[in-house]
Nanobody
Framework: EVQLQASGGGLVQPGGSLRLSCAASGFTFDDYAIGWFRQAPGKEREGVSCISRSGARTYYADSVKGRFTISRDNAKNTVYLQMNSLKPEDTAVYYC?????????????????WGQGTLVTVSS
């Protein structure tokens, strides 16, 4: 069974940090690029960041560039999203997903596997 398990969300004050993890199982992890997406209440889902199969290529949405860092450990079948300098507008449910397309790509339609979300709340 294919599983992508996102974790690490929580409540943090503006300016704080969180590290999200996405643990994968049930498929050949290093055959897939991994992306992080988020959806805030009342808004459409948006791409946040993605990383290629090897980790050599990464992409960030303009809204998080310079604050978020994506990485992966293929030996642990896990992708991380380090989020620093968090802002209230980063509040959302964050999802990780896997795609065979090794662009990498932030087009959600290209993603085959999706995990359940983890809630990030940035508030004082």
């Amino acid at each position: 069974e294919v599983q992508l398990q996102a974790s690490g969300g929580g409540l943090v004050q503006p300016g704080g940090s969180l590290r999200l993890s996405c643990a994968a199982s049930g498929f050949t992890f290093d055959d897939y690029a991994i992306g992080w997406f988020r959806q805030a209440p009342g808004k459409e889902r948006e791409g946040v960041s993605c990383i290629s199969r090897s980790g050599a290529r990464t992409y960030y949405a303009d809204s998080v560039k310079g604050r978020f860092t994506i990485s992966r450990d293929n030996a642990k079948n896990t992708v991380y999203l380090q989020m620093n300098s968090l802002k209230p507008e980063d509040t959302a449910v964050y999802y990780c997903a896997g795609t065979i397309w090794d662009g990498p790509t932030m087009e959600s339609e290209e993603y085959d596997y999706w995990g359940q979300g983890t809630l990030v709340t940035v508030s004082s």
